[in-house]
């Protein structure tokens, strides 16, 4: 049986209600004295207390002796029971034992002096972040600020030295919220907790320090990108966070209006020629790399990838990793590339004359090259392609097209509500008044925030005779777009309406994003 089938049919023989959602119910501030992982083995959580009773969810209805006892542990004298999938439970203690932004100020408050060499201890094999209650002050502090991290889905920590505190602020869904201020005493200490995960120099501070660490946390596999700079009061910190349990998304589910992604999934069916994706850094376009490459990845295609970091591991595709050490630069990676008889390449950032020269050669030989660059919009992909050095003509002759992206926020499904926004920018943009608008207003599923998840605006230039012979008459990238958008390529902005007028985003986030 399915654990729904065994839920529901023991529901029913047993009388005990069936919940598939509990997070909503947990309402204890307090995790009882007992290991996090003995709840996770025993499948089991305490939601809430009522009138003495506590009200306990459980995955198996036979295992009952457990749950008596910890009630009796708990100091209550009756318990009410309800069935729940064991994912939910798993969530909802992660959960419980997950420390909030209070308690964290609540601890620091409680830490006092410190000594420096009696608090920073040799990293061991860290099993689970939630997991470890009686380490040491700022150990326990920097494990407070991953598993917050992790549990509110932020892509980067900062950690921020100023003159009288160091703040800690996260990066969620693109836009960074300060999560809680420290005492400056602690800093210190804090940069020293965090070179000796990353492995790196505790007695060098006045030169950037570069590392990586992989942690656990609430069931999740974590790699994360340290960067450390010496600034004026202090070194700052930066955590780049990647979720490794999070799955590739599909071409389709990335938000690409259903137009382009016919033309697009043609594209890169072709067998050869340049594919770029353009757009600031952190707006999804290694995402839609990966995605393009599991779409046309197949036993027949020998496809390898250059890239600075190897973000996500991809079946049956030879990636590298770009190693300054070594010297081994996307240029020099992108020739011996060629000699491995590559069907498909993809490289991650086209940065210099030679790697642009390279992948040009690469795709006039038969190969199919995806690549990225650092770009407002398509048509300027191309003019900063010549300011590079490269020549106009072959660039015509080689590249196929160039996708633009950004990342707007959705709104929370949960606490979504009609909004209405300014009149004057309405008439501004020639939207309609009666046009229904969204926000969302705040709640715990998106912790208060009132978005929840990302998704992409996109917009697709395709090569034409028309643009070829603009480029090689030497135009610039506003006389380009104006050609590309005579012949019906939607900018960023008007897709990023389309999803406003459909309830999925918000008019402030797509100007914010689009600079509109």
């Not at 990293?123 to 992790?150: G, S």
């Not at 071409?251 to 067998?271: S, W």
Request: charged letters at 25%; one cysteine or more.
């Amino acid at each position: 049986m399915s654990e729904d089938d065994r839920l529901s049919a023991a529901s029913v023989f047993l009388d005990i209600p069936l919940k598939t959602n509990i997070l909503n119910d947990l309402d204890l501030h307090r995790p009882p004295q007992v290991p996090i992982q003995y709840f996770k083995h025993m499948a089991f959580v305490p939601l809430y207390a009522e009138d003495g009773v506590l009200t306990v969810a459980l995955n198996d209805p036979l295992n009952f002796h457990p749950v008596d006892e910890l009630v009796r542990k708990m100091g209550y004298h009756t318990s009410k029971w309800v069935l729940s999938p064991l994912k939910e439970i798993h969530a909802a203690i992660n959960l419980l034992f997950d420390q909030s932004s209070e308690d964290a100020e609540k601890m620091v408050q409680d830490l006092g002096t410190i000594e420096a060499e009696g608090d920073i201890s040799e990293l061991e094999d860290l099993d689970n972040l939630l997991d470890v209650n009686h380490e040491a002050p700022v150990i326990r502090l920097i494990n407070v600020i991953l598993t917050q991290a992790i549990r509110r889905e932020a892509s980067d920590v900062h950690i921020e030295p100023y003159h009288r505190e160091v703040k800690v602020r996260f990066r969620i869904d693109g836009v960074l919220y300060e999560i809680f201020s420290l005492p400056k005493r602690l800093q210190a200490h804090m940069v020293s907790r965090v070179k000796v995960m990353a492995d790196l120099d505790i007695a060098e501070k006045r030169v950037p320090q570069d590392g990586r660490l992989k942690i656990k946390a609430a069931n999740k596999t974590v790699d994360i990108r340290v960067s450390i700079i010496p600034m004026a009061f202090g070194e700052r910190i930066v955590l780049r966070l990647l979720d490794k349990t999070i799955s590739l998304l599909g071409l389709e589910e990335m938000g690409m209006p259903r137009n382009n992604l016919t033309v697009y999934e043609k594209l890169i069916q072709r067998n050869s020629g340049i594919i770029l994706v353009t757009g600031p850094t952190g707006s999804g376009k290694t995402t839609t790399l990966y995605a393009s490459i599991d779409r046309i990845n197949s036993v027949e295609k020998n496809i390898i990838t250059i890239e600075d970091p190897i973000e996500y591991e991809l079946k049956e595709v030879g990636q590298i990793q770009v190693n300054p050490k070594t010297h081994l630069t996307f240029a020099k990676g992108l020739r011996s590339i060629l000699r491995h008889d590559p069907d498909i390449i993809m490289v991650g950032e086209i940065r210099d004359l030679e790697t642009v020269e390279i992948a040009i050669q690469a795709s006039l030989t038969g190969h199919l090259v995806f690549s990225t660059l650092h770009t407002n919009d398509a048509a300027g992909s191309l003019t900063r392609l010549v300011d590079m050095g490269a020549e106009p003509f072959l660039i015509a002759s080689s590249l196929l097209g160039v996708v633009a992206q950004r990342l707007v926020r959705k709104i929370c499904s949960d606490c979504r509500e009609p909004s209405n926004p300014d009149p004057a920018t309405l008439e501004e943009l020639g939207l309609g008044k009666d046009q229904v608008f969204w926000k969302g207003k705040g709640c715990p599923s998106c912790v208060d925030i009132g978005y929840k998840g990302r998704t992409g605006i996109f917009e697709l230039l395709l090569m034409d005779n028309d643009i070829r012979h603009l480029l090689t008459s030497g135009a610039d990238s506003v006389t380009i777009k104006e050609a590309a958008v005579e012949q019906g390529m939607s900018t960023l902005f008007e897709d990023g309406l389309r999803k406003v007028m459909a309830g999925t985003t918000t008019l402030d986030d797509v100007m914010r994003v689009t600079q509109e």
